[in-house]
């Protein structure tokens, strides 16, 4: 991936544990790798088409001198996020916090911390079958994008489905949209979780009627299976309501571990 290095950037900032370094302040130095796709400008010779380092480096020094952390990990974390959120093109970021005058009573070159963030390709199944069901998912869509940390895409069409395991409830409507996320996976499934709790969803039945069921299905090409979270979604291949409107917005996409496209996942299932 393309990258703008920014090298020992010398800031001040009243960052630190102890209260002589927030009231008095010290040197900070920062390191940024910009992770960003530099094609265009590189053919164009664009200014517009790139990222100004100028910007980048007033917006750091601005950050640090007018934001107060007791660590530097929260400084980096808070740096960091706020970066992908000020920079459209900005993909991801590797960033390092130097703290050269460190009270620790002792000789040393410096402590740091680096940390990488970035934007995340997730996909998020919709769902709902009772009460007004487009409403529901309308509305939680909506809040997944009045979320700083999400960003929509693409949404796919909703389609009527019967239901699936539990099959005496009623029909069901199901969608799928495209999301670029700074959240981490289990963040993003604690967000999904309370947008199903402001949905009404009670989780009195295993498969049971909901109000509003949001699964993560892709994130990357990560593979997660913990107590709490599977991703990609476990059961994805034999799910032609989460397969089709997948399919309308990315049939290329691979499963990471069975390398089939959701083209072929859902043309396996109809063969079916």
């Known amino acids: 991936m393309d990258c703008i290095r920014i090298r020992n950037l010398e800031v001040f900032g009243h960052h630190g544990v102890y209260e002589e370094e927030n009231k008095l302040g010290q040197k900070f130095v920062v390191c940024a790798d910009i992770f960003v796709d530099l094609r265009t400008a590189g053919l164009n010779d664009e200014m517009s088409q790139s990222i100004n380092y100028g910007d980048i ?43 050269p005058w460190a009270p620790i009573g002792l000789p040393l070159e410096e402590v740091a911390v680096q940390i990488e963030r970035g934007w995340h390709d997730v996909y998020i199944g919709l769902g709902s079958n009772m009460g007004d069901k487009k409403d529901y998912i309308v509305e939680a869509v909506k809040r997944m994008g009045q979320d700083d940390d999400i960003r929509i895409i693409e949404k796919s069409s909703l389609i009527k489905t019967k239901p699936y395991g539990k099959t005496d409830q009623p029909d069901f409507l199901n969608g799928v949209v495209h999301i670029k996320t700074i959240y981490t996976p289990s963040e993003l499934l604690v967000c999904m979780n309370e947008l199903e709790t402001l949905a009404g969803r009670k989780r009195e039945e295993h498969w049971g009627p909901r109000t509003l069921d949001l699964d993560i299905l892709f994130y990357d090409d990560l593979m997660i299976d913990s107590k709490d979270l599977t991703i990609p979604h476990y059961d994805i291949k034999n799910r032609d309501f989460v397969l089709k409107p997948l399919c309308e917005l990315a049939p290329w996409l691979r499963h990471p571990v069975s390398k089939k496209t959701v083209r072929e996942m859902l043309d396996e299932l109809s063969a079916k």
């Open 57 to 99: 480096c007033m917006f750091m020094n601005d950050f640090m001198r007018e934001n107060t952390y007791y660590l530097i990990e929260a400084a980096a974390e808070q740096m960091a996020r706020a970066l992908l959120l000020k920079f459209d093109k900005v993909l991801s970021i590797r960033l390092t916090i130097k703290k």
